[in-house]
């Protein structure tokens, strides 16, 4: 897409630092879910929610995080319709992305998010969990979905190196 600062994922890896976490974002249209990486980039795991307000104030938030915990780039949770085509939602992500990319150096990539939120509420059903305790959790659980099939591919990619 024109001026879309997304990278492709080969060239996201290689503009990675060589140590740093990558964090892994699930765009709501009312919430933000935080997902982060371990330091060795194999394990994500939820983290926070950013209750969405206007740009500037959730960017700023979002880039706070970024730098308390050493983040080396960020991974976009783009949604696609089911035939791949792109909507309203998938836009709107773009948007942020380009938006967020006129704040921060780090380097950008989405990853394909259909079904993570349905997969996360999926696996909170079978774990039981309650309504109210499902709506606090889905959306930072659905963003470390994102990003675990995100370092699962940098895994794959790194094997056949």
């Known amino acids: 897409m024109a001026n879309d ?43 926070d929610t950013i209750r969405r307000k206007k740009f500037t104030i959730d960017a700023e938030q979002l880039l706070e995080v970024c ?19 792109e909507g309203p939602r998938a836009q709107a992500t773009r948007a942020f992305a380009r938006n967020l ?11 394909d998010e259909r079904l993570s939120t349905a997969a996360v509420t999926r696996t909170l059903l ?19 979905y994102i990003l675990q099939g995100f370092l699962d591919r940098l895994g794959v990619m790194a094997s056949e190196d």
């Not at 140590?19 to 919430?31: A, E, P, Q, S």
């Not at 990319?101 to 990853?111: G, R």
């Open 67 to 85: 730098g308390k915990q050493n983040v080396g780039g960020i991974v976009l949770g783009l949604p696609l319709n089911m035939d791949g085509s």
């Open 126 to 144: 079978e774990a039981d969990s309650s309504r109210a305790k499902r709506a606090d959790v889905v959306d930072k659980m659905a963003a470390a």
């Open 5 to 47: 600062p997304a990278l492709s994922i080969e060239d996201f890896v290689s503009a990675l630092p060589r140590d740093g976490r990558l964090i892994g974002l699930d765009l709501g249209t009312k919430t933000i879910g935080l997902a982060l990486s371990d330091i060795g980039r194999g394990i994500a795991t939820p983290m």
């Open 101 to 111: 990319s006129q704040k921060t150096e780090l380097p950008i990539t989405y990853w």
